[in-house]
């Protein structure tokens, strides 16, 4: 096998398997996991430097009178259309998941405000003022985490 051969066999590999981290977050996104998603985002990062990688060598050595094999081009090729499809899937299933969490976030808060006394500020004494002159009431803290 020629090097090109074998530099574009490695770039099919890491296609592939690239395709199926990118469909398993959408698949977790959809059944609403988003805690099982480390790990994959974790080899998703790993692929990408080597996929990354992989086609910088293979665009560089171009220059060689070595073609790839028929076959391989054009299994490479047709990985190449499904990762760049596969790719769009998942940007469109995380930036869904991002808009749900936040106008689920929006919604928490508007909640917590609502709850607690619509706010004027502080008073003297560090007491939260509520509007119409009511009386001030605690400070209340919220802490959300906003990790996808």
Request: glycine share 4%; no cysteine.
């Amino acid at each position: 096998m020629t090097s090109r051969n074998k530099d574009a066999r490695e770039l099919l590999t890491l296609t592939t398997r690239l395709i199926d981290v990118l469909r398993g977050e959408i698949e977790l996104l959809r059944h609403m996991e988003p805690n099982r998603m480390q790990e994959l985002q974790r080899d998703k990062v790993v692929l990408a430097a080597a996929y990354e990688s992989a086609v910088t060598r293979l665009k560089t050595d171009m220059e060689e009178s070595e073609p790839v094999d028929p076959d391989l081009r054009k299994d490479l090729q047709a990985a190449t259309e499904v990762f760049h499809k596969a790719l769009r899937d998942n940007e469109r299933a995380l930036s869904a998941a991002r808009e749900t969490s936040q106008r689920l976030l929006s919604h928490i808060v508007a909640e917590v405000e609502r709850q607690s006394g619509h706010s004027a500020g502080y008073v003297a004494s560090g007491a939260v003022a509520t509007i119409a002159g009511g009386r001030p009431t605690a400070p209340l803290s919220v802490t959300l985490d906003q990790r996808l």
